[in-house]
């Protein structure tokens, strides 16, 4: 005799003024693969928890954008933020696809480099470049992007001392009308500081004025304060163009464009109230045409955006380990990735959803990862349909920030695979193990014997 | 091996609609979650419930007896049954 | 010709979906079945047989943009629905993302733009109402505790504190300012709105805007009774030019699209009209509206359907609304059937 189809029981109180059965179930829609790739057969190969990234979704989101701006402004080049996610294979595609390398360190500057990056392909960008990567900056023509006067004088100095030349544009910092005011990276435009610096480089024979840079902020929620940045570099620009008959290389608008992923404490999800990438495209080249210098000569437009392109690239594949029922009744799920792989779960609520068929009925739930410490909660709330005990989970929007700010808190780090445009999957990170770590560590002869 | 008390008057329609008539509560239910509070109330034991689902449903045993004992629990948490 | 009207919630505070609903009705030339769309099971609009026809449950605005469409797409697969009127400000962002989705299956909206429905949102407001000669009090935008120290420097207390979508509080010092900051943004999330407090009479304006710079109409009320909500529940219409007149205005230079209601508060002294609020959708009391001459959601219906609207002359003044409660008997049965199968058919 067949049997009948089995799912978990449920029984669910009817609150008026709670979500419904109608309000909640579409969310619980499982995503069963990746670029059509069975995300089990993913697990089965490459274990659980697993990270895994969109060859193609990647570039799709590079040429979307691509186009947006190229088609508002003549002149665009993208620079890759190093700092969202600079995974090689991830950094790799980025290059193909034509953007250069924007880095943030001495150690950024070194992973582009090897990856094959020339010095005048790499945007030199921080508060932090230490004289040895200065040095070698400006004898590889890098484009450093100068953020304080301290640093602008290191550099007078040391090209004295190297007789060489160098490119370098200044990172301005000013008030777009949005909080928090990002006032601590580069010389303020309101105040006059910027204007200064630019003479300061102006009247130095070996420092070339190539570029203004800013960047006003991360995760902007309106594309308005974008057109106000604009235009002050703009007409920044238009005074070194009038006073001094320079026309600059290129006016570089920083990122900071979001991604849909939502952050905590807002009521609607982030699809819904952000503005589209067109807005933002709008904002940021509108300003543009003000510039005053002939229209063959005008500058081009660089833009570093990170989390915009990369975010919903990224998932994460991970594995219900147990139910629980928390003291109130609540539903808790423990699953095998926790924030130590997620640091990004501390301000977005990261989408989860199943990652097979599942019943229809949902529940309110947290999701707890797998470590032994309280702060381990990736959703305190989160309607999802009921799992069994090595069901898997699909967590969205984790291409930005996660493989640069995780680490191997209590468990080791994963797997991290790409899949590729041509259906294949390629591991492009390998899990670590004890010997990797153990590598490094010393312990001191005296403490090697003990007995218990 | 135990055995519970399913509340009185109880209205259970096929839909999964149950009215609770001495708190005015209304609950919805699941399928299996119909069959297990029926069996309950025909005064099956634990062991005979489960031994209904794994015979009527594609289930295992192991499986029945987890998701029994979190259905129970939640039965419990809304008054509607006790043991007895 | 089919219509859906979200916001039933026919309450203490109520949304505006009945009153638009009555008004789509009461138009000679309104021929159609009005389709209920709730979020709730116990929705007061899906309960009255002469309301509407069908009502479906639609997922709340939290649950996301493909949750909605989703769920719109299959209600339209059996009603085959021609305009979809929201009403309710949580909804709109959503319904706004979605419009173009919604007009390739044949659904027409007639809503304010994602910019509109920023601009009257933010502190940009402000700014905005001052270039154009609009008074308007002063604001900030909160988005953690930190921000209310500011208040100090910026206004006199007592300040207004207001979440972002709904509920507004008058407080007297920072202790309060904090607990409902607190209150506000655990209900409806960051920022909060704080505001100067300007002191005198409300007048409140129901209008709708083309989507050109014209306003095709604009019915001002003063509030007679007001409930411990802050919601108007008796008003009248009034006859004051120069309210009339600071509502084109800020129509016609937001080129708003849509219903709208403005809030007013006339400063006692001065006797200065400032904008408190742009509320981006009809207000409860729309009817009054109706029945003063100006129906105001027909024609929104007829915007949406591409037709052209006259604008409304003129109203009549000194028309009453008061509101009153009704205790609805229903049995279980239709509970039943909005629970399991999230459907009340009126039939």
Redesign the interface.
């Known amino acids: 005799m067949d049997?009948?189809?089995?799912?978990?029981?449920?029984?669910?109180?009817?609150y008026?003024?709670l979500?419904?059965?109608?309000?909640?179930s579409?969310?619980t829609?499982p995503m069963t693969e990746i670029d059509g790739i069975p995300i089990r057969r993913m697990v089965d190969e490459y274990g659980s928890p697993l990270f895994v990234f969109s060859e193609k979704k990647i570039r799709e989101n590079y040429r979307k954008m691509y186009r947006l701006f190229k088609t508002r402004y003549p002149k665009v080049q993208f620079s890759w933020s190093y700092k969202t996610n600079y995974m090689n294979a991830v950094c790799s595609v980025f290059h193909q696809e034509g953007a250069l390398a924007e880095v943030v360190s001495g150690y950024e500057y070194d992973r582009a480099r090897r990856l094959g990056v020339e010095g005048r392909n790499i945007i030199f960008n921080g508060p932090d470049k230490n004289t040895a990567s200065l040095e070698r900056a400006i004898k590889e023509s890098a484009k450093i992007h100068i953020d304080h006067f301290d640093e602008l004088f290191e550099i007078i100095e040391l090209t004295e001392k190297m007789n060489a030349d160098v490119d370098v544009a200044i990172r301005v910092n000013m008030d777009t009308?949005i909080?928090p005011k990002w006032d601590r990276f580069g010389f303020n435009y309101e105040n006059g500081e910027a204007m200064d610096a630019i003479k300061r480089i102006i009247k130095n024979p070996r420092l070339h004025l190539t570029g203004l840079h800013t960047h006003i902020g991360t995760y902007i929620m309106?594309a308005?304060p974008y057109r106000v940045a604009a235009s002050k570099l703009v007409n920044l620009a238009n005074e070194i163009y009038k006073q001094y008959n320079i026309v600059l290389d290129y006016i570089d608008m920083g990122g900071g464009i979001p991604s849909n992923n939502t952050l905590k404490?807002?009521?609607?999800?982030a699809?819904?109230?952000l503005?589209?990438l067109e807005?933002f495209a709008d904002a940021i080249t509108s300003p543009m045409f003000d510039l005053e210098m002939p229209h063959d000569e005008l500058p081009t437009l660089y833009l570093e955006n990170g989390r915009s392109l990369i975010d919903d690239a990224g998932y994460l594949i991970s594995s219900v380990i147990a139910?629980k029922?928390l003291s109130d009744?609540k539903r808790a799920v423990i699953i095998d990735a926790g924030v130590n792989y997620l640091f990004t779960s501390h301000w977005f609520n990261h989408k989860i959803v199943p990652g097979q068929q599942s019943?229809?009925?949902t529940e309110n739930s947290a999701v707890y990862g797998p470590l032994c410490m309280n702060i381990d909660c990736l959703r305190e709330n989160i309607v999802i349909p009921s799992f069994?005990k090595g069901d898997l989970v699909v967590i969205l929007y984790v291409g930005a920030y996660s493989v640069t700010q995780w680490m191997q808190f209590i468990t080791l780090r994963p797997n991290v695979i790409m899949v590729m445009e041509d259906g294949e999957t390629e591991l492009i990170r390998e899990n670590e193990n004890i010997e990797y770590i153990n590598s490094l560590e010393k312990v001191p002869e005296i403490l090697k014997n003990f007995s218990l | 091996m135990s055995n519970y008390i399913v509340s009185s008057n109880l209205a259970i329609s096929d839909s999964g609609f149950l009215f609770y008539p001495a708190t005015g509560e209304s609950f919805t239910l699941n399928q299996i979650g119909i069959f297990i509070l029926n069996k309950l109330r025909e005064g099956k034991d634990e062991n005979a419930v489960i031994q209904s689902l794994v015979d009527e449903y594609d289930v295992d045993k192991n499986t029945a007896e987890r998701d029994f004992t979190d259905f129970i629990y939640q039965l419990k948490q809304n008054n509607l049954v006790q043991e007895s | 010709m089919k219509v859906a009207v979200t916001g039933l919630n026919n309450i203490d505070s109520p949304g505006p979906g009945v009153p638009v609903i009555r008004a789509l009705k009461d138009s000679p030339d309104f021929k159609g079945d009005i389709i209920g769309l709730i979020y709730d099971s116990l929705e007061p609009g899906a309960y009255m047989k002469d309301v509407s026809k069908m009502n479906y449950l639609i997922p709340y605005p939290s649950n996301g943009l493909d949750a909605l469409y989703e769920r719109l797409e299959s209600i339209n697969e059996k009603e085959n629905i021609d305009v979809i009127i929201p009403t309710l400000d949580s909804e709109l962002y959503s319904f706004a993302k979605i419009s173009k989705k919604l007009e390739s299956i044949g659904i027409k909206t007639f809503l304010p733009t994602i910019d509109q429905l920023n601009y009257r949102a933010k502190d940009k407001l402000f700014e905005f109402c001052t270039k154009h000669d609009i008074k308007v009090p002063k604001n900030i935008l909160a988005t953690s505790i930190q921000d209310l120290y500011s208040i100090q420097s910026e206004f006199n207390y007592p300040v207004v504190v207001k979440g972002i979508f709904y509920d507004a509080y008058i407080v007297n010092n920072f202790d309060e300012a904090v607990t409902y900051y607190n209150k506000l943004s655990a209900k409806w999330g960051v920022p909060i709105i704080i505001q100067e407090y300007i002191k005198g009479d409300e007048y409140n304006v129901a209008a709708l805007g083309d989507g050109k710079g014209n306003a095709v109409g604009a019915v001002p009320m003063k509030k007679l009774y007001i409930t411990d909500k802050g919601k108007g529940w008796a008003g009248i219409t009034i006859n004051d030019p120069v309210l009339i007149e600071k509502s084109n205005k800020i129509i016609s230079v937001l080129k708003w699209q849509s219903g709208t209601e403005l809030e007013f508060v006339k400063e006692k002294g001065t006797n200065e009209y400032y904008l408190l609020e742009i509320n981006p959708r009809f207000p409860a009391w729309v009817f009054l509206a109706v029945a003063a001459g100006q129906n105001l959601p027909y024609a929104l219906f007829k915007l949406a359907l591409g037709e052209e609207v006259e604008p409304f002359q003129s109203y009549s003044i000194g028309k009453i609304f008061i509101r009153y409660s009704w205790d609805l008997i229903t049995d279980l049965k239709m509970f039943e059937e909005i629970t399991v199968k999230g459907e009340i058919n009126h039939g």
Do not use: A, C, T
């Not at chain 1, 979500?19 to 909640?24: A, E, I, L, Q, Y």
């Open positions: 049997k009948k189809r089995y799912e978990r029981p449920v029984i669910i109180k009817q008026s003024g979500m419904n059965k109608f309000g909640s579409p969310v829609k009308g909080y309106s308005d404490g807002q009521y609607l999800q699809e819904q109230i503005p589209s807005d139910n029922r009744g019943g229809e009925f069994k």
